[in-house]
Each structure stands twice: as structure tokens, then as C-alpha cells.
């Protein structure tokens, strides 16, 4: 009789180093980020870097391991071949896409050896929804996990550098070795374009950001677009720095009319604000 492959069992194969190597890993948690943990194999490929080709070459390589450790009974093609990757996904096609799904036993392994791969923040929505949610926050939650997942982010960070898009932050000047690669990554697509056939592209779609500009353009919906997130911190800097301007000014005068300052001072002071044209 063929071993089960409970979600105990993935847990142990899961952490055997000898069997699981890092691309397998990868795409279980690519796959894991999206929405009901499926996408298409050419949606794994793009965000893992390579092609749906060598993803089913490894996927043929990591059941022949396990199969040497576990009696595992593979789907049988019509050629007398195997279906290796109806191991660890279930599979159909659509339209001219064929989707992978990962086994709900295999989602749970994940789970309980925290090796989904998300990177949660907290201002982010959750990735669990229920069916009486608009159909617009399923789409959020669609984008949010472009955001969340490690390879698509790490591809991002790669090509931008982990400087943020909005305010140029650097963790890494502030911080140090603390802070070195640290970043929320973005998704620039509208969440009224995203479909069930769309396709990340980590580099032209997602841009790294800080957490506190994250967070602003997020909270509006629909979400603001970086360069209104630059406009809107380029006006408050002006205020704040005319308001900083008759401060100083106000000061200046109040020291010269008491005497504190001489009137040298004071004339200083209006001509390093500008207010002297």
C-alpha cells in the first residue's frame, strides 16, 4: 500500500535537507503567496527567474528522492510516464495557462514549519478572506501578496536597491548593518486591472518602498501612486519649512525690539530666510 502524504509527513520531508533543496522550496512558497495558493507555471517561473521547463525537471528530481525514502504511488500518464508534480499540486489547465495548486496537506506542512516564505507587515490586509468580501478586497489581497512574496520582492530589491521609491530612505545609512537590504516592496498596478490571468512582473510592477510610505499609499483607495505620494510630502515640506521661516523671524524681531539682538542681527536673520526681496 502506497504511503499517505499527511501534512505530518510533509513536515518531516519538508525539513530533511537531503530531500528538499532551496528552488523546491521556493516554488512551494511562491505558490503558497497567492490567492487559494495557485497560480500558473509560468507565473512560478517568472517569479523564481527561470522557466516552467527546469521547474518541471526539479519537480521530476525531488519525487524520485522522496520516492526512494517512502512508497509513494505516482498518477500515471497514458504513455506508461508519471505525473510528478500531481505529487505536490493539484493541476488543470486554463485557457492557455496550466495551473498548479498546492495540496491542502502541503499548505498546511508549510504552515506548521513556518516555511510559507510571506514577510507580513502589519498594515497589510490578511491573506484569508471570506466569500461575503467585495470582490475589490479580494483583488487588495491578491496585490498585497505580490508584496508579500520573498522571491518576487528579493527580484524587485535586486534591480531598484533597497531604497525607498518615495522618499529615498536608506536603511542601511541610518541603521548599518541592521538595517543593510531592508524594505517593503510596492505593487504599482491598479487592484481595478488585476484578473485572474494576470502575471507579476517583479521588476516592471513592484518598486521598493519604507514602511511609513507603505503605509500612506495604501491608505487611500484607490491606492495613491507614487509620484502623488512625492507631490503631497513635497508640499508639506514646503509648509513646514515657511511656517519654521516666520518662526525664526518672529524671533528675531522680538529679540531686536526688546534689545537682545542688534539690528545687524535681525537684518541677518531676514536675509537668510529670503525676506528680503
Not at 4 to 17: A, P, Y
Not at 164 to 190: A, M, N, Q, R, S
Amino acid at each position: 500500500m502506497a504511503t499517505e502524504l499527511t501534512s505530518s509527513l510533509w513536515v518531516e520531508i519538508l525539513q530533511n535537507g537531503k530531500l528538499t533543496n532551496e528552488l523546491d522550496l521556493a516554488m512551494f512558497q511562491a505558490l503558497y503567496s497567492f490567492e487559494s495558493h495557485q497560480a500558473s507555471a509560468s507565473q512560478v517561473g517568472l517569479i523564481l527567474g527561470t522557466h516552467y521547463g527546469p521547474l518541471n525537471l526539479e519537480l521530476g528530481r525531488y519525487a524520485n528522492r522522496i520516492s526512494k525514502l517512502y512508497d509513494i504511488d505516482f498518477t500515471e500518464r497514458s504513455n506508461k510516464k508519471y505525473k510528478f508534480w500531481d505529487l505536490f499540486f493539484n493541476g488543470w489547465d486554463e485557457g492557455t495557462k496550466f495551473i498548479w495548486q498546492l495540496r491542502p496537506e502541503l499548505v498546511e506542512a508549510l504552515e506548521k514549519s513556518n516555511l510559507t516564505g510571506d514577510e507580513h507587515f502589519a498594515e497589510e490586509l490578511p491573506t484569508d478572506t471570506s466569500e461575503s468580501f467585495l470582490e475589490g478586497v479580494k483583488r487588495t489581497i491578491t496585490v498585497n501578496s505580490y508584496e508579500r512574496n520573498s522571491k518576487a520582492r528579493e527580484l524587485c530589491v535586486k534591480h531598484w536597491k533597497a531604497i525607498c521609491w518615495v522618499c529615498e530612505f536608506d536603511f542601511e545609512k541610518t541603521y548599518g548593518e541592521l538595517g543593510k537590504g531592508f524594505i517593503h516592496v510596492h505593487h504599482l498596478l491598479p487592484v481595478s486591472q488585476i484578473s485572474k490571468t494576470y502575471q507579476v512582473d517583479p521588476i516592471n510592477d513592484l518598486r521598493p518602498v519604507c514602511p511609513n510610505c507603505h503605509s500612506m499609499l495604501h491608505k487611500r483607495n484607490p491606492t495613491l501612486e507614487i509620484d502623488e505620494l512625492k507631490t503631497i510630502i513635497r508640499q508639506t515640506s514646503g509648509k513646514l519649512a515657511e511656517k519654521k521661516a516666520i518662526t525664526k523671524a518672529d524671533a528675531a524681531f522680538k529679540n531686536y525690539r526688546d534689545g537682545k539682538e542688534p539690528v545687524h542681527d535681525l537684518i541677518d536673520v531676514i536675509k537668510e530666510l529670503g525676506l528680503d526681496d
